[in-house]
């Protein structure tokens, strides 16, 4: 006899499994397209599941023909370097921002927290025109800095460190400034010691959020000197002939840097959920 509480468990985790499949189906499809033949994917995906995660005749012929109709190691080398630069600099800058809002007391704290509040309700496309007229006028179309630099400061971040810093027990800072500690090495020697969870979520965030953003890199680049992956998979369907293998093995190959990101911090990744409260 199954009692209530066991019913809706039990019905709670099919739900959750079911979810679990709608989720990840299309990345599975994703990745079984990139070994099937360019002539089967498309009659493949009209049979549906599970015809559609079964190649038949698996090959890599896929990922032979990304790096030979285009050069996709430019590419990933050039998401590296702006995703990686971006997340470094932000952990630093953000770290600090949020530490100084949490832990120090300083004219116009309030209102600068209120300010970095409002704008993290304010969407890229709504600045970025004006963010674009910037960069012309200071010559800096085609470069990493102007994909770098204006994404290093970023409200959420801010805001999550300041939520995981404030809630940091007092007597902590009251034992080091007995100790005669000041300022930075309260934030360097105590509080980023106990940030990491804090800095694995907000790397992951930012990394996943930086990997795939396309309007910015599309709207400052011309060439494929500094491009980042988005812009190119972007392109990639215009090559023609069109191989939707071609596409999946490229997507594919996309999502590996973020996937191993996520792997590595993850078990941070889920204490820093926790601790600064987001929910998911």
Known sequence: MIRPAQLRRLT?????????????????FMIAAGFTPDDQVLPAASRGWPAALLPVEPSLQNY???????????????????????????????????FA??????????????????????PFEA??????????????????????VPFIANPFSIYLFYTFFRDLPREIDEAALLDGAG????????????????????????????????????MVTTGPEVRPLPVAIGEFPNEQPVQWGDIMAFATLMILPVMTVFLVLQRWFVRGLAATGVKG
């Open 127 to 148: 600045i970025a025109v004006p963010l674009f007229f910037i960069a012309v006028s200071a010559g800096q179309i085609d470069t990493y800095a102007v994909q770098i």
């Open 12 to 28: 709670g985790h099919l739900l959750l499994v079911l979810a679990a499949v709608l989720f990840v189906s299309p990345i599975l």
């Open 64 to 98: 032979r023909d990304v790096f030979a109709r285009m050069d996709f190691l430019r590419f990933m080398v050039n998401s590296l370097i702006i995703v990686s630069t971006t997340v470094v600099a932000g952990l630093a800058i953000n770290s600090m921002a949020g």
């Open 101 to 122: 809002l949490a832990r120090l007391s300083w004219a116009g704290r309030r209102a600068i927290l209120v300010t970095v509040v409002a704008l993290m309700v304010i």
């Open 183 to 218: 300022p930075w090495r309260l934030y360097w020697d105590l509080a980023v010691p106990l940030a990491r969870p804090a800095f694995a979520s907000v790397t992951i965030l930012t990394f996943l959020m930086y990997w795939g953003a396309y309007l910015w890199p599309l």
